[in-house]
Nanobody, 119 residues
Framework: QVQLVESGGGLVQAGDSLRLSCAASGRTFSNYHMAWFRQAPGKEREFVASVAWSGGSTTYADSVKGRFIISRDNAKIMVYLQMNSLKPEDTAVYYC????????????WGQGTQVTVSS
């Protein structure tokens, strides 16, 4: 199990950048695939981006591809989401999640951090 705590959310204007951080605890962090999800008001939670346990592979939702960058630092036990060219439709609560290397679902979640993008 890993415990996850997100930070870095806030209120920004369209076109601005923001970096979210996810601090993880647990000595097996490097055995987890990590991801960011988001949930906007009235909508279902959706996948944003993921990074493999080794950091060698990343995946992005089409809506953020080319604007967001996910990365991880296994030595610091941190995951980041660099968000550039933000749009009002990026407004949501962003969640950090972890999935065991050979697991099939994301079973560890943070409490979320609010990102609001004004037009």
């Amino acid at each position: 199990q890993v415990q996850l705590v997100e930070s870095g959310g806030g209120l920004v204007q369209a076109g601005d950048s923001l970096r979210l951080s996810c601090a993880a605890s647990g000595r097996t962090f490097s055995n987890y695939h990590m991801a960011w999800f988001r949930q906007a008001p009235g909508k279902e939670r959706e996948f944003v981006a993921s990074v493999a346990w080794s950091g060698g592979s990343t995946t992005y939702a089409d809506s953020v591809k080319g604007r967001f960058i996910i990365s991880r630092d296994n030595a610091k036990i941190m995951v980041y989401l660099q968000m550039n060219s933000l749009k009002p439709e990026d407004t949501a609560v962003y969640y950090c999640a972890a999935r065991e290397r050979f697991g099939i679902r994301y079973g560890n979640w943070g409490q979320g951090t609010q990102v609001t993008v004004s037009s």
